[in-house]
């Protein structure tokens, strides 16, 4: 399993990641065979477009407004709010204004 740099210590997860024009920036704190954590800041506009994963994935808005879609259903998600992503269903992700997000993923 791999861990970040803040294994073992505290800190604002939000601040591990910050804003780059037109750029989705990404930290990997966790990863392992049965899951991840990860988090995101997304500019104004960028997106990961549609795709599967065998693996639920819980998203934490910590920052900003994004439209997550699933099995082509839309969902405005804000600071303070999360949406799960169910395993093998299609879903993408657009920043609606800069955004950053935790993405936790887990393999059932």
């Known amino acids: 399993m ?3 740099a803040i294994h073992g210590q505290k800190g ?3 601040d591990l990641v910050s804003y780059q024009a037109d750029a989705i920036v990404s930290k990997t704190l966790v990863k392992g065979e049965t899951g991840s954590v990860t988090v995101f800041a997304f500019d104004r506009g960028q997106e990961l477009s549609e795709h599967t994963v065998p693996f639920d994935a819980l ?3 910590f920052d900003g407004e994004a439209e997550i879609r ?3 259903a839309a969902h405005r998600v804000r600071a303070g709010e999360a949406i799960v992503m169910p395993a093998n269903q299609p879903h993408s992700v657009k920043a ?3 955004f950053k997000m935790m993405l936790s993923m887990v393999k059932m």
């Open 70 to 72: 699933i099995s082509e």
């Open 2 to 4: 791999e861990t970040s």
């Open 59 to 61: 998203v934490y808005v």
């Open 96 to 98: 609606l204004q800069r």
């Open 12 to 14: 604002e997860l939000a």
